[in-house]
């Protein structure tokens, strides 16, 4: 059974940084994209960035020169480093993978999520 566990989240001041990471276990075949999304109260979950197996990103203008994200393949795991942390960056932060599993297709996995609280 394939699982995301992200860890990282908490409480961090204006302008503080945070590392989140988020590995994927399980019997994975191969991850096509892993990456990250979140949602603040009354909103609706977003985009926040992505890194597919060619080594491409995409990020969120909202979070652009701020955030960076990574992946580790062997590891199966999957970084956001956020800095410059502004009150806006509130959320549940939502690890994402498009994966296929050793047996079965192409799915898309979702993490539990993990508050990040950015406290001015």
């Known amino acids: 059974q394939v699982q995301l566990v992200e860890s990282g989240g908490g409480l961090v001041q204006v302008g503080g940084s945070l590392t989140l990471s988020c590995a994927a276990s399980g019997s994975i075949f191969r991850i096509h994209i892993m990456g990250w999304y979140r949602q603040a109260p009354g909103k609706q979950r977003e985009l926040v960035a992505i890194?597919?197996?060619?080594?491409?990103?995409n990020y969120a203008d909202s979070v652009k020169g701020r955030f960076t994200i990574s992946r580790d393949n062997a590891k199966k795991t999957v970084y956001l480093q956020m800095n410059s942390l502004k009150p806006e960056d509130t959320a549940v932060y939502y690890c994402y993978s498009n994966l296929r599993p050793s047996s079965g297709t192409n799915y898309i996995y979702w993490g539990q999520g993990t508050q990040v609280t950015v406290s001015s």
């Open positions: 890194t597919t197996s060619g080594d491409s990103t």
